[in-house]
């Protein structure tokens, strides 16, 4: 049965080749022109494939040592849960404005049940999240006391989902995908991800991005765009990140094995790179004004990227925006996403300041 996120429309085409060579202009973004490429994002239809969790979190605070080992005895004063992993992706989507539909697998317990509330809450379309009886629902438990996490505990199974399981949902991403602007997938290396899934998106739509494990990397192979964090792209290349040189090697080896339009290296406080054949390497700098948690950095990353580049946003600006949404969210605590206008106001503060959008080395 055709999935019921959206009705099925024409006019896609498959994926284009690297655009021809030329010189790079480095962009200046304001303000005015962020806000106008916000309001061509709005509604766009974005299908997010990947491995869902949800995320615990438990409050409290220390003042003592328990009695029974060396730890802390954390008394609890706030508990509450947040979307994780490719559903994060999708919080951040709605947050900007888009049409979301969001497939994985779920398991059969409470905290499927309480995934797909929070999914309907936010207006995700959950027609393409099917139950895989044999693991539970991905669930991170993190224990936060006076703002530093105590400890962290995982409820998952990492390997590869049934077989009738991973059929229904090649079937309906297949469908999907023929109505979707763009497809992202969020790879957590969970064992959900393959490449018929991916080759399904690049068959039926133009846009579509990937946030890759190093293990998982060939799945990928001819997507519009991967976004790697650094250490994730020195794994997947096999060289040490820790100069100009090899960036450039790193990034330069992602393009050639995956023959994709573009690869996309963040690097924390040292901003992000993004590389394309035959282009010169275009390096954006780190713009949060404090760093509050990284969780979920990648997730905003690759979410503001592919809505921009379903709105026909050029690469280079879609980056700048990009960085700047991962900007804002860094300044928050725990797994979370940023507005148009927290994106906006931290270019403005930006801009104020006098700093720089990025450069084009090469």
């Known amino acids: ?196 899934l991916v080759e399904a998106a690049i068959e039926a739509c133009s846009v579509v991005t990937a946030d890759p494990k190093p293990a998982n990397l060939d799945l990928f192979t001819g997507v519009t765009c991967i976004a790697p964090n650094a250490g994730e792209a020195a794994k997947a290349a096999g060289v040490t990140i820790g100069d100009d040189a090899t960036l450039e090697q790193a990034g330069r080896a992602l393009l050639e094995r995956l023959g994709c339009m573009h690869a996309l290296i963040t690097r924390g406080e040292h901003g992000m790179s993004l590389f394309s054949p035959g282009k010169p390497r275009f390096d954006v700098p780190a713009v949060a004004r404090t760093v509050f948690d990284v969780s979920g950095a990648g997730d905003t990353v690759i979410s503001v990227l592919t809505l921009a580049l379903a709105a026909a946003t050029p690469v280079l600006d879609a980056v700048t925006l990009a960085n700047f949404a991962a900007g804002a969210v860094v300044e928050k605590l725990g797994t979370a996403a940023a507005s148009p206008e927290e994106i906006v106001e931290l270019l403005q503060h930006h801009d104020g300041a006098g700093g720089s959008a990025g450069t084009a080395r090469g």
């Not at 994002?41 to 040592?65: K, N, P, T, Y």
């Not at 399981?165 to 995908?177: D, G, N, P, Q, W």
Request: with cysteine.
């Open 1 to 196: 049965m055709p999935p019921t996120c959206w009705l099925p429309r024409s006019g896609f085409s498959p994926a284009a080749g690297p655009p021809a060579m030329r010189t790079i202009p480095v962009p200046h973004l304001s303000a005015t022109q962020a806000y106008e490429l916000f309001q061509r994002m709005r509604g766009r239809r974005v299908l997010v494939v990947g491995d869902l969790m949800v995320d615990e979190w438990i409050w409290g605070r220390v003042s003592r040592i328990s009695p029974e080992a060396p730890v802390p005895v954390v008394e609890v004063t706030d508990h509450s849960f947040t979307l994780g992993g490719a559903a994060n992706v999708a919080t951040n989507l709605r947050v900007l404005g888009a049409d979301v539909c969001l497939a994985g697998v779920v398991g059969d317990d409470r905290i499927a049940e309480r995934l797909r509330d929070m999914v309907h809450e936010l207006g995700v379309h959950d027609d393409g999240l099917f139950v895989a009886h044999d693991r539970p629902t991905t669930r991170k438990t993190r224990i936060v006391a006076h703002n530093q996490q105590v400890v962290r505990a995982d409820w998952e199974r990492a390997s590869a989902v049934p077989e009738a399981t991973a059929a229904k949902l090649a079937a309906h991403v297949r469908e999907a995908a023929r109505s979707a602007d763009a497809v992202i997938f969020s790879d957590y290396a969970k064992g959900l991800l393959t490449r018929t």
